[in-house]
C-alpha cells in the first residue's frame, strides 16, 4: 500500500526500517528501549551489607552492572576480620560473596578510599546510583579519665589485631595480668573472652600467627564481663553464652544474689530473651551436671558476669602510664525490661586489673561533606535506604541502621536497600537514558591520583597465597596482614 497509508499509517514501516538497517549497516545500534538500558551502580565497601545488596540487584536486575569499592585491598569486611577464628561456619557466606563477585555484571575495585581517592561526588557523576556500605569503622568511647593509658583497648582494635586487620597489626597487647575486664555484655565481649581463654583451640584457625603466639603465653587467668545494667539487658545471645558455659578449660562465675527471684520476671518475656536468662539462672543456682562438674573440677581459668557497674575512671600505675584497675560506680535500675535505665547508688567498687578492654560498640563514621550524617545515631539519615535529600544515593548496613544485629540481619536490611534501588529504577527517578560510564570513568581519576584498583582475581591470587601459607601450619590460611605485602605479591 502506500506509504503512510493503509491500516498502521507509517507506523508499521518503523520495524521494518530498523530491521533493514540491523541486516545492512553492520555500524548501526538500535536504540535501546528503557528497559534494556544498562543502569550503572556503585557499592561502597566489600562487607556483608555490600554483597547482599550487590547480590539482590544482580539477581532481580538482568542488565544492572554493578562496582563494588573496597578502600582495603582483600573484601568481605567483618566475615575475615570481625567474626571469631573459632566460629569458622560463620565465614562460609564468603561462597556465595565470591559468587557474586564472579559474576560478568560484577567488578570489585580493592584499595581505592572513596572520600580520599574518588570523591562521593565523583562517583555520583559516574555511575546511576552509589549505595553506602562501609560499615562502622570506628567504635564508641568510654568517656572517662585514664582511657588513653596503656593496657585499655577497644574490644573492635582486639579483634582486629587477632583476626589480621592491617591497622590493628601492630597492637601488641600486653597479656600479662591475671585479671582481664572486659566491659560491654555483647557478643563481641564473649568473643574476646573466649579467646583470651581457650588459646589451645585456636591452633587450627585462621588467627594470625603473632596474636596467636601472644595469646598462648599470655598469663590471663580470669576474664570478667561487665554491664551498667542486670541479667535481663545483657545483648549476647544463647549460642555464645552456651559456649562460654561448656568452655573446656574455664569455670563461670556467677554471683547467685544476681539470679534470686529471675524465674517469675521472665514468665512474660520473648521466648529468646527467656531462653537465654534461663540457661544463667541454671549455670548461676543450680547444681551442674557431671560433664560441667568434670570441666569446672579441673579449670585453670574463669569467667564471669558483673551486673550493674558503671565504669567511672580507669586507675593509673604508680608511674601514671598503665592501668592498674578501675572504679566503677554500683548502679541500680529504673523502669525494666529493654527500656530500664542505670542509676547511680553513689556506691563505689574498685577491681585491680592489667588489660581492659571496651565492648561498648562499634560506630560508623561521616563520609565527606556532601553525605548527610547523623551523628547522635552515627548514620546515615535514609528512609528505606534512600538518603535523605540526595537523589540516587543510597545506604545499606551498619551505616544505615546502626552497629547493632548478625549477617543475616544484615541481609535482610541490603536486600531492603536494593530494592528501593530497583523500584527507583522502575519508577524512572534515576535517568538510565543518560548513560554513565561507572568505572571508565574513575579508572582516569584513580590514574591520575597514583591509585592502583585491586581485582576480584588479584584477590583470588592473595587467598592461595594466604591458604598455601595455612596449609603448612595446619591452619585454614595464614593472613597476611601487610598490605604492602598483598600488593607486592600481585605485582602492584
Aim: with cysteine; glycine share 10%; proline share 6%.
Amino acid at each position: 500500500g502506500e506509504i503512510g497509508g493503509g491500516r498502521w499509517g507509517w507506523v508499521g514501516w518503523i520495524p521494518c526500517l530498523l530491521t533493514f538497517l540491523l541486516v545492512s549497516c553492520p555500524g548501526f545500534k538500535r536504540p535501546l528501549s528503557t528497559s534494556e538500558r544498562v543502569p550503572r551502580i556503585c557499592i561502597v565497601g566489600s562487607g556483608p551489607a555490600g554483597f547482599y545488596t550487590a547480590q539482590h540487584l544482580l539477581k532481580h536486575h538482568k542488565l544492572a552492572r554493578v562496582d563494588i569499592y573496597e578502600k582495603l585491598p582483600v573484601p568481605f569486611g567483618l566475615v575475615r576480620f570481625g567474626v571469631a577464628p573459632d566460629h569458622p561456619e560463620v565465614k562460609n557466606v564468603i561462597n556465595t560473596f565470591t559468587q557474586t563477585a564472579q559474576s560478568d555484571r560484577c567488578s570489585y575495585y580493592g584499595n581505592v578510599t572513596v572520600g580520599k581517592d574518588v570523591t562521593v561526588e565523583e562517583l555520583q557523576q559516574a555511575y546511576h546510583a552509589v549505595v553506602l556500605s562501609y560499615g562502622a569503622e570506628d567504635n564508641r568511647i568510654l568517656g572517662i579519665p585514664g582511657e588513653n593509658l596503656s593496657g585499655v583497648y577497644s574490644a573492635r582494635a582486639f579483634v582486629g589485631w587477632y583476626n589480621g586487620l592491617p591497622e590493628n597489626r601492630d597492637l601488641k597487647p600486653d597479656l600479662s595480668s591475671k585479671t582481664v575486664l572486659v566491659l560491654g555484655q555483647g557478643n563481641v565481649a564473649l568473643d574476646v573472652a573466649r579467646i583470651l581463654l581457650t588459646p589451645l583451640d585456636l591452633l587450627r584457625t585462621d588467627i594470625t600467627e603473632g596474636s596467636l603466639a601472644a595469646i598462648a603465653s599470655s598469663k590471663v587467668k580470669r576474664v570478667w564481663l561487665v554491664g551498667r545494667r542486670g541479667p535481663l539487658q545483657v545483648a549476647f545471645t544463647i549460642k555464645e553464652l552456651r559456649e562460654m558455659v561448656n568452655l573446656p578449660g574455664a569455670r563461670p562465675i556467677l554471683d547467685p544474689a544476681d539470679f534470686a527471684g529471675l524465674r517469675d520476671a521472665i514468665k512474660d518475656v520473648p521466648r529468646p530473651r527467656k531462653r537465654l536468662t534461663e540457661l544463667m539462672i541454671k549455670t548461676a543456682l543450680e547444681k551442674p551436671g557431671e560433664k560441667e562438674a568434670k570441666i569446672w573440677a579441673s579449670a585453670t581459668r574463669e569467667w564471669g558476669l558483673k551486673f550493674l557497674r558503671s565504669p567511672l575512671e580507669i586507675l593509673p600505675t604508680a608511674d601514671g602510664k598503665r592501668a592498674r584497675g578501675i572504679r566503677m560506680a554500683v548502679t541500680r535500675l529504673e523502669g525494666s525490661g529493654e527500656s530500664a535505665t542505670a542509676v547511680p547508688t553513689g556506691e563505689v567498687e574498685e577491681l585491680e586489673c592489667g588489660l581492659i578492654l571496651s565492648s561498648i560498640g562499634y560506630r560508623s563514621l561521616p563520609l565527606g561533606s556532601s553525605v548527610p550524617f547523623d551523628r547522635k545515631h552515627g548514620i546515615i539519615p535514609n528512609h528505606l535506604g534512600r538518603v535523605q535529600g540526595v537523589p540516587g544515593l543510597y545506604c545499606s548496613g551498619w551505616v544505615k541502621r546502626g552497629p547493632t544485629g548478625v549477617i543475616i540481619t544484615t541481609m535482610n536490611d541490603s536486600f531492603d536497600t536494593a530494592q528501593s534501588v530497583l523500584e527507583d529504577l522502575q519508577a524512572g527517578m534515576l535517568n538510565v537514558s543518560n548513560t554513565k560510564e561507572g568505572f571508565e570513568s574513575v579508572r582516569s581519576i584513580l590514574q591520575s591520583r597514583g591509585v592502583h584498583p585491586v581485582s576480584f582475581s588479584d584477590w583470588e591470587k592473595i587467598d592461595a597465597a594466604e591458604v598455601a601459607r595455612g596449609q603448612l601450619a595446619g591452619k585454614p590460611r595464614e593472613k597476611i596482614v601487610d598490605p604492602q605485602e598483598m600488593l607486592q605479591l600481585i605485582g602492584h
